[in-house]
């Protein structure tokens, strides 16, 4: 399902990802460690998309992902449906005036009706625990709220692919445990999971197997 050969990126010159190579087959579970700035935020951009490789190629579902491919706005709108990314601060990917209207951007975007929409919505306020905080403005949310509505708002995309980047950030305990129950749901429905934690208890019986990039840049199977 998704494969990468031999990728490099850098910034400004400098190596954020050298040489890796490894491929995710579908409805596996993967999580990605390392120590801060090996690299696995950057990473996890790329298989979203976001940045590109300068060496080495990415394909997903056998499609290669790069720069002008993502400007096919038909190919990006399916990609950006086929994968989901929760980004490890909420406050970078929550943006709409209200809970509920957070959760109904992503289905809206992909064009499904009204009536399909306030289902979803409605659904994943219920499964979130948001349905109080509806049409409270996310930035007046506390951490674990935010990171609720992040997640919820993925939720109602129903991707097939979900690459999650420290989604136990701003968790309390309990909900904490409520993620890792949350991330077994998720695997028992199919999807396949990429996820980064410096916690790696709390996704340890969901994932399949561990991908770790070192302290300079490369991928060592663990």
Same mark, same amino acid.
């Given at each position: 399902?998704i494969?990468?050969?031999?990728?490099?990126? +850098?910034?400004?010159?400098?190596?954020?990802?050298?040489?890796i190579?490894?491929?995710?087959?579908?409805?596996?579970?993967?999580?990605?460690?390392?120590?801060?700035?090996?690299?696995?935020?950057?990473?996890?951009?790329?298989?979203?998309?976001?940045? $590109?490789?300068?060496?080495?190629?990415?394909?997903?579902?056998g499609?290669?992902?790069?720069?002008?491919?993502?400007?096919?706005?038909?190919?990006?709108?399916? $990609?950006?449906?086929?994968?989901?990314?929760?980004?490890?601060?909420?406050?970078?990917?929550?943006?709409?005036?209200?809970?509920?209207?957070?959760?109904?951007?992503?289905?809206?975007?992909?064009?499904?009706?009204?009536?399909?929409?306030?289902?979803?919505?409605?659904?994943?306020?219920?499964?979130?625990?948001?349905?109080?905080?509806?049409?409270?403005?996310?930035?007046?949310?506390?951490?674990?709220?935010?990171?609720r509505?992040?997640?919820?708002?993925?939720?109602t995309?129903?991707?097939?692919v979900?690459?999650?980047?420290?989604?136990?950030?701003?968790?309390?305990?309990?909900?904490?445990?409520?993620? +890792?129950?949350?991330?077994? +749901?998720?695997?028992?429905?199919?999807?396949?999971?990429?996820?980064?934690?410096?916690?790696?208890?709390?996704?340890?019986?969901?994932?399949?197997?561990?991908?770790?990039?070192? +302290?300079?840049?490369?991928?060592?199977?663990?």
């Amino acid at each position: 399902m998704i494969a990468l050969e031999d990728v490099c990126c +850098a910034f400004d010159h400098e190596p954020v990802l050298r040489h890796i190579s490894f491929t995710i087959k579908k409805g596996e579970a993967v999580l990605l460690t390392g120590p801060n700035g090996s690299g696995k935020t950057t990473l996890l951009r790329l298989l979203n998309g976001l940045v $590109f490789p300068e060496i080495g190629t990415y394909t997903f579902e056998g499609t290669r992902i790069t720069a002008a491919k993502m400007r096919e706005h038909r190919y990006s709108k399916y $990609f950006h449906q086929r994968l989901g990314y929760v980004w490890q601060n909420p406050d970078a990917q929550l943006f709409c005036a209200s809970v509920a209207e957070e959760l109904a951007f992503g289905p809206l975007q992909m064009g499904l009706s009204e009536e399909e929409v306030r289902e979803r919505v409605e659904d994943a306020l219920s499964y979130f625990s948001l349905t109080k905080l509806r049409d409270k403005p996310p930035y007046y949310l506390s951490g674990g709220e935010k990171k609720r509505t992040a997640l919820a708002s993925i939720f109602t995309m129903n991707p097939a692919v979900w690459t999650l980047d420290e989604p136990e950030n701003f968790l309390d305990a309990e909900s904490q445990h409520w993620l +890792a129950e949350f991330l077994q +749901a998720l695997k028992k429905a199919g999807k396949t999971i990429i996820v980064t934690s410096h916690h790696p208890d709390i996704v340890e019986k969901v994932t399949d197997r561990e991908l770790r990039l070192t +302290a300079d840049h490369h991928l060592a199977d663990a």
